[in-house]
């Protein structure tokens, strides 16, 4: 079984940049794709942004297109999150979570997904 940490989560100016990461247990990290998802305070658990095992093609919700990025490394069993240009809508706590059956990309969603990291949060102020 994958265990998945993420890290890099903190406390933000609107306009700042933060990097999260999610790093993997197992070296099967390498076969899955991969995806962000955010929950914030009251609200339900959203895509946020998603990559194919390979990292050949990412897929992104429309809130956060054009200033997050997301990558991986799998020599490094790890994927991360540049977010850039932060605004207080983002504040959330962050999951990282791995789909092992290869799902599509673009229609990644909560259910997919098989592993799950406990989330790290993000907080931007205005």
């Known amino acids: 079984q994958v265990q998945l940490s993420e890290s890099g989560g903190g406390l933000v100016q609107a306009g700042g940049s933060l990097r999260l990461s999610c790093a993997a247990s197992e070296r099967s990290f390498i076969h899955y794709n991969m995806g962000w998802f955010r929950q914030a305070p009251g609200k339900e658990r959203e895509f946020v942004a998603a990559?194919?095992?390979?990292?050949?093609?990412?897929y992104y919700a429309d809130s956060v297109k054009g200033r997050f990025t997301i990558s991986r490394d799998n020599a490094r069993n790890t994927m991360y999150l540049q977010m850039n240009g932060l605004k207080s809508e983002d504040t959330a706590v962050y999951f990282c979570?791995?789909?092992?059956?290869?799902?599509?990309?673009?229609?990644?969603?909560?259910?997919?997904?098989?592993?799950w990291g406990k989330g790290t949060l993000v907080t931007v102020s205005s």
């Open positions: 990559i194919s095992w390979g990292a050949g093609v990412t």
């Open positions: 979570a791995a789909d092992t059956r290869w799902g599509t990309i673009t229609t990644m969603s909560s259910p997919d997904m098989d592993y």
